[in-house]
């Protein structure tokens, strides 16, 4: 158990659908990584947020946007779905860049 | 962005060690070698990470060239579980930025 959990574990929605993954840390942690992994793609990075700031970005499309909470837990928002955006997405999170990050299990989307 | 290369697969056999080898000839000073594996339908596990001096840990061991451009990862007893994919990457300091991933040594372990 890394100590990230990740809600909801798998997700079937249509396409110009909005859904929202929700990542909580681990104790202690302030970074929060956002990753998508699709099969032609590879592990992407898309976004990341330091103590509720948004730091960098990767290849986040605009469709898609992110947040960290004061609670230190973040919420990566999805909308106008396309069958492309199906993809295992995977949170991270360490206590600064640099240090031993460690991931959830994902959430799986599956747009349709 | 400072880019490693790792074999595209690897073969060993239980029970005996494994030596995974990166290059990153460009690598900063203020880059962290970090090692990470994905088992099969599995979110990313966190290895063992360096800047210069070898490292071990219960998981593995790192060692890490004078030079800093290239480094090895060990594992010294392999096991079925062991099989995996697995990333060397290029992780800067307190920097603004995500982990980089390459397309890791697929690592197969005989039984």
């Known amino acids: 158990d890394s100590g990230v959990t990740q809600t909801p574990k798998h997700l079937i929605t249509a396409t110009g659908q909005r859904v929202t993954l929700r990542c909580s840390p681990r104790s202690g942690d302030l970074s929060v990584y956002w990753y998508q992994q699709s099969l032609d793609q590879g592990l992407q990075f898309l976004i990341q947020y330091y103590n509720g700031e948004e730091r960098a970005k990767g290849n986040i499309l605009e469709r898609f946007s992110a947040q960290q909470f004061p609670d230190l837990h973040s919420e990566l928002n999805l909308s106008s779905l396309e069958l492309g955006d199906s993809a295992l997405y995977f949170c991270?999170?360490?206590?600064?860049?640099?240090?031993?990050?460690?991931f959830g299990q994902g959430t799986r989307l599956t747009v349709v | 962005d400072a880019k490693t290369t790792q074999p595209n697969s690897m073969e060993s056999n239980e029970e005996e060690p494994v030596h995974l080898p990166c290059n990153h000839s460009t690598i900063s000073g203020t880059d962290y070698i970090h090692w990470y594996r994905q088992l099969p339908s599995q979110g990313p596990e966190y290895v063992i990470h360096g800047l210069t001096s070898n490292v071990n840990n219960r998981m593995a061991s790192l060692a890490i060239a004078e030079d800093r451009k290239s480094s090895t990862l060990i594992l010294h007893r392999a096991t079925l579980r062991d099989a995996a994919v697995y990333y060397c990457i290029l992780w800067t300091g307190g920097g603004a930025d995500g982990l980089t991933f390459g397309k890791g040594t697929h690592l197969i372990i005989q039984p």
């Open positions: 991270a999170s360490s206590v600064v860049a640099g240090a031993e990050a460690f």
